[in-house]
């Protein structure tokens, strides 16, 4: 044993459903004479363990904690000696404070499973049996009370908490660094992500209080290569900021005050750009194109509605949704924030071989849809419109007043055989429009 075995304890980990770092210790003193069997609240100050070549002790530091004990762990020397196998209790240890004792590493178990750091033991249940699983070997070195551990030992951390299949691991999203080389490689295209945050829903009477914009290379099978620029900037309205739009986004009417967008700067952004995204772009594109002209002639994709989340598992569509299920959280409501959560849900391979999402996204981008209009309809056919997908338009936006409803090219005449057959019961030529991603997601479209 080397001198410092005492500050150098591993912890081979076997797996138990309700708790985790196992060790083996001795003079255990119960602080109540009715403690229960597998359960005994000790004061750790000092703990002594018995190794094959004689007495040692280990300090684990001095307070009161829950130990519970396991029959099956084993304590082992760091230098890779003999377990030490005749102490005679095991227990498992739990610290209120998380872990800040002082042994130093944690190994899972290469028989057993990986060490995981469990801080929610439920200590009115008996001990459970060890489930055994190969596990590659993980390591992880605490630090002393008081000091902050390095992001390697954090990510192994955090990584043994994921290796467990017990816990989910939420990173904070670091935004990608801009690449030197700006222009595309060969075969790669140029897409923008956009936010705007606004004083609120009517594009019509509302405005554009921050713009906020992630230019980034891509190819056809929808891999992000490198982030080639960003844009974010605040901008004063010429209407209120209401407390309500304070509280979602964080911006206050101090922080716009003599804020004003560079249009000039906007629209060289813009320019090489081939696809224009959004995470709703029915309302950030009327947004936009009210700033700048240059967004009009721009294709633009959705991915709110153009790619079919729930069909690859996750739980909603809204980007706070769809970054938590990829393992990120980040400065929600914010422009260019919100940007660089969307870049990494796009480029975050879907479960179950589900692909890419970008490369969902650039297929339905793609397509071409019919809009169709029932217009003059029965009044008693709205329902089953309705329920066929059908919205409906009150006409106050130049469009028809009438139910509506976009469908792909190739179901466009089964779309029309419905409502000759179905609503109007005779032959009609509805008016169909063909909609492409340079107009899609229009104002009054």
């Known amino acids: ?39 005994l609240a000790v004061s750790i100050d000092r703990l002594v363990g018995k190794s094959a070549s004689g007495n040692r002790s280990c300090r684990l530091g001095k307070g009161r904690d829950l130990l519970r004990y396991h029959p ?25 404070t998380g872990l800040t004792r002082k042994p130093a590493l944690l190994m899972g178990e290469r028989l057993g499973m990986r060490g995981q750091a469990d801080l929610f033991l439920d200590f009115e249940a008996p001990p459970g049996s060890i489930e055994a699983k190969t596990a ?17 030992d954090c990510e192994a951390a955090a990584r043994i ?11 904070r999203l670091q935004p990608r660094p801009i690449a030197v080389q700006s222009a595309p490689f060969r075969g790669e295209k140029i897409a923008i992500i956009i936010d705007t945050e606004t004083t609120g829903l009517d594009h019509t009477k509302d405005e554009v209080i921050e713009l906020g914009m992630v230019a980034f290379t891509f190819d056809e099978e929808g891999r992000i290569s490198d982030v080639i620029g960003s844009f ?44 224009v995204i959004a995470h709703n772009a029915r309302f950030d594109r009327p947004f936009c194109e009210r700033l700048s002209k240059s967004f009009k002639v721009k294709a633009w ?9 729930g069909e690859f ?64 309809s029965p009044f008693d056919m709205k329902d089953v419109l309705k ?37 109007y019961r005779r032959e009609v030529e509805p008016y169909i429009q063909k909609i492409s991603a340079f107009e899609r997601f229009r104002a009054g479209r």
């Open 136 to 152: 590659d070997e993980i390591v992880l070195r605490t630090k002393y009370r008081g000091k902050s551990l390095k992001a390697a």
């Open 1 to 39: 044993m080397s001198s410092g075995w005492e500050d150098n304890l591993i912890m081979e980990s076997p797996r138990q459903d309700k708790c985790s770092f196992l060790v083996k210790l001795s003079s255990l003193r119960p602080q109540t004479p009715r403690a229960r069997p597998h359960m």
């Open 232 to 275: 974010n900037a605040l901008r004063e309205p010429g209407v209120p900021i209401s407390a309500e739009i304070t509280r979602l986004t964080g911006i206050t009417p101090d922080m716009v005050t003599g804020q004003v967008l560079d249009l000039e700067a906007v629209e060289r952004f813009i320019e090489p750009a081939d696809l």
């Open 313 to 376: 598992g996750f739980e909603g569509s809204k980007l706070g949704y769809l970054l938590t299920q990829s393992g990120w959280f980040h400065q929600g409501h914010r422009a260019v924030e919100d940007c660089h959560a969307l870049l990494e849900v796009l480029a975050s391979p879907l479960p179950a071989e589900g692909g890419l999402p970008l490369k969902h996204l650039l297929t339905s981008a793609r397509k071409s849809l019919l809009r169709i209009w029932a217009e003059s």
């Open 161 to 171: 908490l994921e290796a467990t299949g017990d816990y989910r691991v939420l990173r």
């Open 301 to 309: 994709a959705c991915s709110h509605s153009e790619i079919s989340w």
């Open 387 to 423: 329920k066929r997908g059908y919205r409906w338009n009150d006409g106050t936006d130049g469009r028809p007043k009438s139910w509506w409803v976009e469908v792909d090219e190739n179901a466009g005449e089964a779309e029309v055989t419905f409502l000759r057959h179905e609503v």
């Open 72 to 96: 099956n762990a084993r304590l082992a020397a760091p230098d890779g000696g003999s377990p030490i196998n005749d102490l005679s209790t095991c227990i498992s240890l739990f610290s209120p």
